[in-house]
């Protein structure tokens, strides 16, 4: 069975997507970014893109049941490299050991953002 997740303050998109999947026991998140509940872009610092782009993740994980401690796999997107130690250090506030498998691609994003994150939690 397939479920589509949604609720209250999950981030909307006038885009052909769901925010997220439920699919057997697996839950798979959309892409998310420094976006408000409009799906309009919020332009910040890196940091500030990241954690709006988490606390995205986290509204929606919410919805299915599910926390961080969920999340198997993380595919993130990072605007440029020098982000990249900081995007290792904010991780860490978010994710704990086990650690998710992960896959991060860089310069990938153009201008308008500066990160984005998609993942899969399990459900169980």
């Known amino acids: 069975m397939i479920q589509v997740i949604s609720g209250n303050g999950i981030p909307s998109s006038h885009l052909p997507f769901s925010p997220a999947i439920k699919a ?12 408000d509940a409009t799906g309009k872009i919020v332009v910040d610092t890196f940091e500030g893109e990241m954690r709006r782009s988490m606390e995205n993740i986290r509204v929606i994980l ?20 020098e982000y990249m130690p900081e995007y290792n250090q904010i991780y860490r506030d978010y994710f704990k050991e086990p650690y998710p498998a992960r896959s991060t691609i860089v310069n990938c994003l153009g201008t308008a ?9 399990f459900a169980g």
């Open 62 to 81: 919410a919805a299915a049941g599910l926390d961080f401690s969920h999340v198997v796999q993380v595919k993130s997107y990072v605007g440029t490299p």
């Open 113 to 121: 953002l500066k990160f984005e994150i998609d993942v899969i939690a």
């Open 24 to 35: 057997g026991g697996f839950v798979f998140v959309s892409g998310q970014a420094s976006v």
